[in-house]
């Protein structure tokens, strides 16, 4: 059953499939990177770019929030990251006879790959929809940026309150960008700022403030290179995050032990052969020391069990630490020791023996690290899951102590740093009280709305308008149906951008598209050359300056476009100062650093040192907990884990390796052995036996809901694959059409992406 896809538009349902790898990087990693980077970039521009990527004079890689060391490697960069650069930096262009050649409804059509492939956006577009033109021939047209502005300001002054308006942030913008929209959001009067955290590491930062006081990771590189035992937790560094294994191969030569908990055996885990060692391409580091092909959603169960058996170990518990810096210690424990084997077993698909070497290397470790990502996050009970990772470290006294702590790695560059500048939907008061005195403005204090309350806020007519800063809102999140609709229901949809996606396709009755300066280009204003900042997921601030000539003359930057839109919007009655923002970045860091905590001195600081500076973190440095109870809190939730079935499967979506978020590079998925294409299912051959179903052979994706709804994705081809029993794989965007709207974490509300029941029916039945 292979598609047939648009003109031009390759297709993606009849990949090749070979045997998946047992190893990451090397000479391959490197011969795909120069491919890529010339096809877009071209030699000269490609070495031009390559070198400056990661640099202390040169920009952040737009693709991960991995951090560097102070001492860089002068390839600074891997494999997926040169393929972010090369997508930004392409001589392909997409200009207004672009748009006159393509109506909405054939961008609509067309695929995300191609979508992106076809270049760097040069001027700005509107789209009016409903007007002369026939329904599905709209087509967007060019418009100046006085006019777009206009546009803006008419829709935002007529709303009937400012809370029908939603100011959506990519972690891909720049602090000084974020902090101006958060501004310009609280000025015009609302807290509706959703951002990308709402739909990844939201579970993490609900978790890390209740149980330690802040909800970042509390560990630098250095403490990788110094921990005895390292456990990476429903993640994939080598296709998420690469450079991360380089510092484990670093951990490892030192004496580290790693334990890797995943539903499916990933290459880069398994062996790690370095590109920029000569020993690294020729023979590769071996990674792992213990695989666990945890069931998925099993992980609180497992690290349940972990605390049991380290209660029930004489000396293993640090009763200093517990006494001195703990709370809720009794409660935890009492929890903890009615952990079953019966139960964990069941629930995580282990069996004894791999547990009790689990615990042999913990009892052996004195600095214990746990890294984690979206196969913890995303889960209806992923909040007690990462509190329960927090109570296993904090059993043994593994925060706040050197070579030790919590490592959730964050995914866009600056994700985390959009966050710490105030793009939150629920603010601290603190923040607000200081934002507030700084400008002489009132912001409201009732919360906003997040990612998941934003759409169902547009599909009940309670928001109007969307703007997005960067990023693709309609890719990136769940009941792809649900979200298009209510996309299509407001008022006026705008997205400030590099490159074309999805969401240019599914718009309000009028969508502008701003183009914007990448991470790439130089920046010039009025005061001269700018640079921006970004903070790493270690909490590390540093500059990033583009060296390439932008795109376009017709392009605004990020802290352009907001400035332009604030005095548009707001008009002569604000006493902020907007024009002079625009103008000269440095007077937007000298307000950062009188508003958000560890900025003071910001433009000195990094006048002094380029490469960055550390933000404050109170559990790390000072064994200090600014929790409720001034201490860290242990928890004793209930232990839970996804109940399927018979003759249904577990799926997890995630990504390719030639995908970063929901930016499509290409079609393979090189160490899982996928070519050519990407509607594939991943299943256990047992599990496909007895469900009938070849390799090879095509089947709908079904999943099933409590209150008794159904999704279907249908066309994908079944690929045997040694995953977990029971579970299943396959890649987003294409599979969130299957996660209701509804379908979320407690507390986070973040999308259920990780544990949906489907089953897997003949496709094109009705089953």
Known sequence: MVSKPPAGDPVQDAPQVAPPQHAAAGLPAVAHTLRIAQAQMGVARSARTLLKVNQKDGFDCPGCAWPEGDKRHVAEFCENGAKAVAEEATLRRVTPDFFAEHSVADLANRSGYWLGQQGRITQPMLLERGGTEPEGSERYEPVSWERAFAIIAEELTALSSPDEALFYTSGRTSNEAAFLLQLFAREFGTNNLPDCSNMCHESSGSALNETIGIGKGSVSLEDLHQADLIVVAGQNPGTNHPRMLSALEKAKAAGAKIISVNPLPEAGLEKFKNPQTATGMLRGAALNDLFLQIRIGGDQALFRLLNKLILETDGAVDTEFVGTHTHGYEEFAAAARAADWDETLAATGLDRAEIERALEMVLASKRTIVCWAMGLTQHKHSVPTIREVVNFLLLRGNIGRPGAGVCP??????????????????????????????????????????????????????????????????????????????????????????????????????????????????????GGKQFVTVEDSMGLVHTSRGNLPPASPHLLSEPAIVARMARAVLGPGSATPWEEFEKDYATIRDRIARVVPGFENFNARLAADPGGFALPHAPRDERRFPTATGKANFTAAPVEYPKVPEGRLLLQTLRSHDQYNTTIYGLDDRYRGIKGGRRVVLVHPEDAAALGLADGAYADLVSEWTDGSERRAPGFRVVHYPTARGCAAAYYPETNVLVPLESTADISNTPASKSVIVRLVPAGTAG
């Open 409 to 526: 790695v964050r995914g866009h560059s600056n994700v985390q740093g959009d966050r710490t500048m105030g793009i939150f939907e629920r603010p601290a008061p603190a923040f607000l009280d200081a934002l507030d005195k700084e400008f002489g403005i009132v912001s409201p204090r009732h919360h906003g709305f997040d990612v998941v309350r934003s759409i169902q806020a547009l599909r009940d007519g309670e928001a109007k308008v969307f703007f997005a800063m960067g990023g693709n809102f309609v890719g990136a999140t769940p009941d792809t149906e649900v979200t298009e609709a209510a996309m299509r229901r407001a008022r006026l949809t705008v997205h400030v951008s590099t490159k074309l996606n999805r969401s240019h396709a599914v718009t309000g009755t009028r969508a502008l598209i701003l183009p914007t300066l990448g991470r790439t280009d130089k920046d010039v204003q009025a």
